[in-house]
């Protein structure tokens, strides 16, 4: 964490997580949500609910845009928050002021990537 070391941030590094986080994202389309609506089939189960939460953290860092690129994942995403309706805000709210708290710092350091 480039913000508590005080070391500048490494390019290709975060260029290679970018690439894999763009890679999970290929894999949840192209595998787990091929012809179902949830990750494991019909109805929602906890594995979204972890799949999601684990997306939720590149918000932090406003690197979720590679979640709304993709129709499928961006669908499904919508789907859970959908259904879990106010408890999903509930509880993202850390991430949420995380994000807020940082966002002006982080987005500067990360544009100049």
Known sequence: MPR???QPVNKTEAEEY???NKG????????????KNFLCGSD???AD???VCELMQLHV???DYV???N???REWFARVKRRLGPAFDEGHRIVYKVHDLYKSTWKSEIARL
């Not at 999970?24 to 012809?35: P, T």
């Open 4 to 6: 508590e070391t005080k």
């Open 18 to 20: 970018r690439e894999r």
């Open 24 to 35: 999970v994202v290929r894999h949840l389309d192209q595998y787990f949500l091929k012809g």
């Open 44 to 46: 929602i189960s906890i």
């Open 49 to 51: 609910l972890l799949a």
């Open 61 to 63: 860092i406003d690197e």
């Open 67 to 69: 979640v709304y690129q």
């Open 71 to 73: 129709d499928r994942v």
